[in-house]
Protein backbone atom coordinates (compact mmCIF):
# COMPACT_ATOMS: atom_id res chain seq x y z
CA UNK A 1 0.00 0.00 0.00
CA UNK A 2 1.23 3.43 -0.92
CA UNK A 3 1.21 6.77 1.18
CA UNK A 4 -1.43 7.90 -1.12
CA UNK A 5 -3.88 5.15 -0.03
CA UNK A 6 -3.47 6.11 3.50
CA UNK A 7 -5.23 8.48 5.38
CA UNK A 8 -6.15 9.91 8.97
CA UNK A 9 -9.47 9.65 10.50
CA UNK A 10 -10.32 11.76 13.92
CA UNK A 11 -6.39 11.02 14.45
CA UNK A 12 -6.69 7.38 13.57
CA UNK A 13 -4.84 5.66 10.14
CA UNK A 14 -6.86 4.48 7.80
CA UNK A 15 -7.00 3.57 4.21
CA UNK A 16 -8.31 6.52 1.79
CA UNK A 17 -11.98 6.42 0.15
CA UNK A 18 -10.05 5.16 -3.09
CA UNK A 19 -8.72 2.20 -1.45
CA UNK A 20 -11.10 1.43 0.76
CA UNK A 21 -13.75 1.05 -1.78
CA UNK A 22 -11.19 -0.96 -3.88
CA UNK A 23 -10.50 -2.95 -0.85
CA UNK A 24 -14.78 -3.62 -0.29
CA UNK A 25 -15.06 -4.41 -4.31
CA UNK A 26 -12.81 -7.86 -2.89
CA UNK A 27 -16.34 -8.74 -0.76
CA UNK A 28 -18.99 -7.00 -2.28
CA UNK A 29 -21.74 -6.56 -5.11
CA UNK A 30 -21.54 -4.35 -7.78
CA UNK A 31 -24.58 -2.84 -6.90
CA UNK A 32 -23.35 -2.49 -3.21
CA UNK A 33 -20.38 -0.64 -4.32
CA UNK A 34 -22.18 1.48 -6.58
CA UNK A 35 -24.18 3.03 -3.76
CA UNK A 36 -21.14 3.80 -1.48
CA UNK A 37 -19.44 5.37 -4.62
CA UNK A 38 -22.89 7.39 -5.35
CA UNK A 39 -22.80 8.86 -1.53
CA UNK A 40 -19.00 9.50 -1.97
CA UNK A 41 -18.87 11.15 -5.29
CA UNK A 42 -22.00 13.36 -4.58
CA UNK A 43 -21.47 17.29 -5.38
CA UNK A 44 -24.42 19.67 -5.98
CA UNK A 45 -24.49 23.19 -7.06
CA UNK A 46 -28.24 24.04 -6.97
CA UNK A 47 -29.17 27.05 -6.59
CA UNK A 48 -30.93 26.39 -3.15
CA UNK A 49 -29.38 24.86 0.18
CA UNK A 50 -26.05 24.00 0.84
CA UNK A 51 -23.53 23.22 -1.68
CA UNK A 52 -21.99 19.67 -1.26
CA UNK A 53 -18.57 19.06 -2.39
CA UNK A 54 -17.67 15.55 -3.40
CA UNK A 55 -15.53 13.36 -0.58
CA UNK A 56 -14.34 11.46 -3.42
CA UNK A 57 -14.28 13.63 -6.98
CA UNK A 58 -15.68 11.08 -9.97
CA UNK A 59 -11.91 11.58 -11.66
CA UNK A 60 -9.72 11.12 -8.46
CA UNK A 61 -11.54 7.49 -8.09
CA UNK A 62 -11.30 6.55 -12.05
CA UNK A 63 -7.26 8.02 -11.84
CA UNK A 64 -7.06 5.83 -9.19
CA UNK A 65 -8.34 2.73 -10.50
CA UNK A 66 -6.30 3.05 -13.95
CA UNK A 67 -3.03 3.02 -12.25
CA UNK A 68 -4.15 -0.48 -10.26
CA UNK A 69 -3.46 -4.09 -11.65
CA UNK A 70 -3.83 -7.69 -10.60
CA UNK A 71 -5.89 -6.42 -7.10
CA UNK A 72 -8.58 -8.88 -5.81
CA UNK A 73 -12.25 -6.83 -6.69
CA UNK A 74 -10.21 -4.69 -9.74
CA UNK A 75 -12.83 -5.86 -12.43
CA UNK A 76 -16.02 -4.99 -10.27
CA UNK A 77 -14.77 -2.14 -8.92
CA UNK A 78 -14.43 -0.61 -12.27
CA UNK A 79 -17.50 -2.18 -13.66
CA UNK A 80 -19.29 -0.44 -10.48
CA UNK A 81 -17.83 3.24 -11.76
CA UNK A 82 -19.20 2.90 -15.10
CA UNK A 83 -22.97 2.87 -13.16
CA UNK A 84 -21.77 5.41 -10.58
CA UNK A 85 -23.80 9.05 -11.15
CA UNK A 86 -22.71 12.17 -9.40
CA UNK A 87 -25.83 14.08 -7.66
CA UNK A 88 -27.46 11.33 -5.93
CA UNK A 89 -28.84 12.12 -2.43
CA UNK A 90 -29.34 8.88 -0.74
CA UNK A 91 -28.88 5.14 -0.88
CA UNK A 92 -32.55 4.26 -1.68
CA UNK A 93 -32.13 6.63 -5.27
CA UNK A 94 -29.29 4.59 -6.15
CA UNK A 95 -30.85 1.22 -5.90
CA UNK A 96 -34.10 2.79 -7.52
CA UNK A 97 -31.97 4.24 -10.45
CA UNK A 98 -30.24 1.17 -11.09
CA UNK A 99 -33.48 -1.13 -10.74
CA UNK A 100 -34.91 1.23 -13.44
CA UNK A 101 -31.83 0.68 -15.65
CA UNK A 102 -31.63 -3.68 -15.15
CA UNK A 103 -35.69 -3.54 -16.24
CA UNK A 104 -34.74 -1.49 -19.88
CA UNK A 105 -36.58 1.79 -18.76
CA UNK A 106 -35.15 4.82 -19.91
CA UNK A 107 -32.29 6.69 -17.78
CA UNK A 108 -32.66 8.73 -14.49
CA UNK A 109 -30.10 10.79 -14.05
CA UNK A 110 -29.67 12.39 -10.32
CA UNK A 111 -30.64 16.11 -8.85
CA UNK A 112 -32.09 17.40 -12.70
CA UNK A 113 -32.89 20.93 -12.79
CA UNK A 114 -36.43 21.44 -13.70
CA UNK A 115 -37.09 24.59 -15.81
CA UNK A 116 -39.20 27.06 -15.73
CA UNK A 117 -40.59 29.28 -18.54
CA UNK A 118 -37.43 31.64 -18.34
CA UNK A 119 -35.44 28.54 -18.55
CA UNK A 120 -34.30 28.92 -15.40
CA UNK A 121 -34.04 25.86 -13.18
CA UNK A 122 -37.37 26.15 -10.84
CA UNK A 123 -36.56 22.51 -8.69
CA UNK A 124 -34.25 20.01 -8.73
CA UNK A 125 -35.42 16.37 -8.58
CA UNK A 126 -34.23 13.36 -7.22
CA UNK A 127 -33.93 11.35 -10.58
CA UNK A 128 -35.25 12.58 -13.92
CA UNK A 129 -35.93 11.71 -17.26
CA UNK A 130 -36.20 14.64 -19.27
CA UNK A 131 -37.19 13.38 -22.88
CA UNK A 132 -40.29 11.91 -20.64
CA UNK A 133 -40.77 14.95 -18.40
CA UNK A 134 -40.80 12.32 -15.52
CA UNK A 135 -39.36 12.66 -11.99
CA UNK A 136 -39.15 10.38 -9.13
CA UNK A 137 -38.62 11.90 -5.73
CA UNK A 138 -37.65 9.74 -2.69
CA UNK A 139 -39.43 10.69 0.47
CA UNK A 140 -37.14 9.86 3.35
CA UNK A 141 -38.22 10.20 7.13
CA UNK A 142 -37.43 13.92 7.26
CA UNK A 143 -39.61 14.30 4.60
CA UNK A 144 -42.57 13.20 7.68
CA UNK A 145 -42.12 17.02 9.29
CA UNK A 146 -44.29 19.61 8.91
CA UNK A 147 -42.14 21.96 7.39
CA UNK A 148 -40.69 19.79 4.99
CA UNK A 149 -44.37 18.72 4.21
CA UNK A 150 -44.77 22.01 2.90
CA UNK A 151 -41.80 22.70 1.20
CA UNK A 152 -42.73 19.01 -0.74
CA UNK A 153 -46.64 20.34 -1.33
CA UNK A 154 -45.04 23.45 -3.21
CA UNK A 155 -42.46 21.19 -5.34
CA UNK A 156 -45.36 18.97 -6.06
CA UNK A 157 -47.10 21.42 -7.39
CA UNK A 158 -44.59 23.60 -9.32
CA UNK A 159 -43.39 20.00 -10.89
CA UNK A 160 -47.16 19.29 -12.21
CA UNK A 161 -47.42 22.73 -13.21
CA UNK A 162 -44.07 22.70 -15.48
CA UNK A 163 -45.41 19.70 -16.92
CA UNK A 164 -43.98 16.73 -15.08
CA UNK A 165 -45.01 13.68 -14.37
CA UNK A 166 -43.75 12.89 -10.68
CA UNK A 167 -43.66 9.66 -8.96
CA UNK A 168 -43.53 9.78 -4.99
CA UNK A 169 -41.71 6.75 -3.37
CA UNK A 170 -40.85 6.12 -0.46
CA UNK A 171 -39.49 3.44 2.02
CA UNK A 172 -43.13 1.32 2.05
CA UNK A 173 -43.14 1.47 -1.64
CA UNK A 174 -39.83 -0.46 -2.33
CA UNK A 175 -40.81 -2.46 0.55
CA UNK A 176 -43.49 -3.56 -2.04
CA UNK A 177 -41.29 -4.82 -4.21
CA UNK A 178 -39.30 -3.93 -7.74
CA UNK A 179 -43.09 -4.66 -9.56
CA UNK A 180 -44.54 -2.21 -7.53
CA UNK A 181 -42.24 0.20 -8.22
CA UNK A 182 -41.34 -0.02 -11.49
CA UNK A 183 -44.98 -0.09 -12.49
CA UNK A 184 -45.57 3.21 -10.93
CA UNK A 185 -42.70 4.80 -12.62
CA UNK A 186 -43.61 2.96 -16.01
CA UNK A 187 -47.06 4.38 -15.89
CA UNK A 188 -45.89 7.82 -15.21
CA UNK A 189 -43.21 7.79 -18.20
CA UNK A 190 -46.11 6.38 -20.57
CA UNK A 191 -48.18 9.56 -19.48
CA UNK A 192 -44.83 11.50 -20.77
CA UNK A 193 -44.97 9.40 -24.44
CA UNK A 194 -42.75 6.68 -23.52
CA UNK A 195 -43.88 3.62 -25.65
CA UNK A 196 -42.69 0.32 -23.74
Known amino acids: MTDSELSTVSGLPATSLSRTLLDLAAVVSVQDLVVAGDWMISEHRRNFGRRRVALLPLPVLRSYLESKTGVPGLQRIRAAVELMRVGVDSPPETRIRLLLSRE ?93
Not at 135 to 152: A, F, M, N, T, V
Not at 163 to 177: C, S, Y
Open 104 to 196: GLPEFIPDVPVMDETRNPALWVDLGCTKYRTCIEYDGEHHLKPGQQSRDNHRDLLTHELGWHQVKLNKHDVAQGPLWVVAKVRRALVKGGYVP
